[in-house]
Antibody
């Protein structure tokens, strides 16, 4: 059974750096094709994809946020860490992590098949 | 970047109705398209992947179609438990953009 759980501060001040951790079980991020993404959702708004890290350490970022984001993994701890610099009140959101697999029989793979419950981060002074 | 546009943004229908939500990509994405359902206070759940493949365990009243730039999610007979917000997402290449969502309510 695949599970993911997000953790991090509930409150950060403007200009601070946010560090979030996704701790997962039921799969290994060292296995070929495994990937973990971060997605956020501002209150009442749509889902916004932020970043993805792959089993081979390839990394992908949102075009609009790539200067502020960094994603990394610790395979031995089954964790993926997202950092976002220069936080602003508009970054207040629930942050989710989710798994995808990019190798499959059909070749049309990479959807987000397992999600965490999300963690709410409020940016306020 | 490729943009994903969903319509309508909200929808009210009666139990038993056939419901259709559309998603349009600004450029072709072949069939690298997934549909997710999100109920309040929970993380999204995948319903459809590869544009038309039903995720295991998802009721057969849900179906997806389309290829290239135009995609459709259909609920053949709306049930009360289908009240949720629905999102499409492209996953052919980064960035893996979501549509803006369709909020579905019961009339």
């Amino acid at each position: 059974q695949v599970t993911l759980r997000e953790s991090g501060p509930a409150l950060v001040k403007p200009t601070q750096t946010l560090t979030l951790t996704c701790t997962f079980s039921g799969f290994s991020l060292s296995a070929s094709g495994m990937c973990v993404s971060w997605i956020r959702q501002s209150p009442g708004k749509a889902l916004e994809w932020l970043a993805r890290i792959d089993w081979d350490d390839d990394k992908y970022y949102s075009t609009s946020l790539k200067t502020r984001l960094s994603i990394s993994k610790d395979t031995s701890k089954n964790q993926v860490v997202l950092t976002m610099t220069n936080m602003d009140p508009v970054d207040t959101a629930t942050y989710f992590c989710a798994r995808s697999i990019v190798y499959c029989d059909s070749g049309v793979c990479g959807w987000l098949d397992s999600w965490g419950q999300g963690t709410l981060v409020t940016v306020s002074s | 970047d490729i943009q994903m546009t969903q319509s309508p943004s909200s929808l009210s229908a009666s139990v038993g109705d056939r419901v259709t939500i559309t998603c349009r990509a600004s450029q072709g994405i072949t069939n690298f398209l997934a549909w997710y359902q999100q109920k309040p206070g929970t993380g999204p759940k995948v319903l459809i992947y590869a544009a038309s493949t039903l995720q295991a365990g998802v009721p057969s009243r849900f179906s997806g179609s389309g290829s290239g730039t135009d995609f459709t999610l259909t609920i053949s007979s709306l049930q009360p438990e289908d009240v949720a917000t629905y999102y499409c997402q492209k996953y052919d290449s980064a960035p893996y953009t979501f549509g803006q969502g369709t909020k579905l309510e019961i009339k």
